[in-house]
């Protein structure tokens, strides 16, 4: 009989939870869900050294363990250090954490284009989401912020460095999906850039998944530029058979027109499967795919709007009230009123309405 983990007792904002050993405080926080999961936005758990590099994931140790109970001298990255026995931990219980995330959000957006308006990833921008929730009202950088061409690094990606925040995704999923790498982060310090070497197009078979995992709009789907917002689409989840890929994708439709195709993604942003670009770029004909039926979407994504999936009409509780009669119209507006009187029409008025044309009107009458 196999012995038993011994699991790891660990409280978060006053919850406790259970996880083995070696599980990180941002996974041991997923486990518990709902508002005291720390933001990530360079974390991603399918691709391995993620995490690290964007600070947003901040968290407050206030006890390190049973066998060591003194806190820890500074705020942790979440999802670079791992839970101990009986370890407690501040998140959204700790001013001192919210204003640091708030600093950190500021810097983030130092040289952030406020491109939003134009920006593809808008409706479904991860930092969007960041500067809402811990974002300051204005900024105190004043100096100019920097700037890059556009470059095509792909027949069907097209980068936009202006946007880029260095969260090194891009990096570990072209480094981890495929045969090769070429591309990854070049020059040090304010000059850092997402680039490729001597400029190669990135043309691999799964190499269209640095879209999907970018949390930013610096990584874009040529296919889709500028087409539609997402807001006006409706995610379908389909499938298809393919050779190189599970085939598990969401068609973006508006009718029986197929906009874009994206791997599926968990709650958290992350691809469940990643799919390859024959699916991705090039499979666009409705009849290509097995349409299973909507996506469900969290209801406070602006993606959910018009979406009426699943709804249930309210109960109208006014004829139980009534013991099951109807309800009568008691009086008539218009013969109580003399502001709304029936035999005046305000399209008949020459220019904007005014209480004198009623009150010549009931004059005229008399």
């Not at 219980?93 to 640091?100: N, R």
């Not at 974002?135 to 880029?164: P, S, V």
């Not at 035999?343 to 044309?357: C, N, R, T, V």
């Amino acid at each position: 009989m196999a012995e038993e983990k011994k699991l790891f007792k660990v409280k978060i904002d006053n919850i406790s939870v259970e996880v083995e050993p070696g599980t990180t405080i941002l996974n041991a926080a997923r486990k518990i869900g709902g508002d005291i999961v720390p933001p990530a936005m360079c974390y991603y758990s399918k691709l391995q050294g993620s995490g690290g590099k964007c600070r947003t994931c901040l968290v407050k140790v206030t006890k390190g363990s049973e066998a060591d109970p003194r806190p820890m001298p500074k705020l942790v990255a979440s999802c670079r250090t791992n839970v101990m026995d009986g370890m407690e931990v501040a998140n959204i219980t700790s001013p001192e954490v919210q204003e640091a995330r708030k600093g950190v959000v500021e810097f983030l957006l130092l040289n952030h284009p406020l491109d939003c308006p134009i920006c593809d990833q808008a409706g479904e921008c991860h930092l969007q989401d960041l500067g809402y929730e811990h974002g300051a009202d204005g900024t105190r950088y004043e100096f100019k912020r920097r700037t890059f061409d556009q470059i095509d690094i792909g027949d069907n990606i097209k980068l936009h460095m202006t946007r880029c925040i260095l969260c090194y995704r891009c990096v570990y999923t072209a480094d981890q999906l495929t045969n090769r790498r070429e591309h990854g982060i070049l020059g040090r310090g304010e000059h850092a850039e997402i680039s490729t070497y001597i400029h190669k197009a990135l043309d691999n078979d799964f190499i269209g998944n640095v879209i999907d995992v970018c949390p930013v709009g610096a990584l874009t789907d040529k296919t889709f530029r500028f087409k539609n917002r997402v807001w006006f689409l409706k995610p379908m989840d389909a499938h298809r058979n393919c050779d190189k890929c599970c085939g598990k994708t969401v068609l973006w439709m508006r009718g029986d027109e197929i906009f874009r195709v994206t791997a599926r993604k968990d709650k958290y942003g992350e691809v469940e499967e990643f799919i390859c670009d024959t699916c991705r770029f090039h499979t666009k004909e409705a009849s290509a795919w097995t349409i299973e039926g909507p996506r469900r979407i969290d209801r406070h994504s602006v993606i959910s709007q018009s979406h009426y999936v699943g709804t249930v009409k309210p109960k109208d509780t006014l004829t139980d009230v009534l013991d099951g009669r109807q309800p009568r119209l008691l009086m008539d507006i218009h013969s109580v009123s003399n502001v709304n009187r029936p035999e005046i029409h305000l399209s008949q008025i020459d220019g904007p309405a005014h209480s004198d044309d009623f009150n010549k009107g009931q004059k005229t009458e008399s």
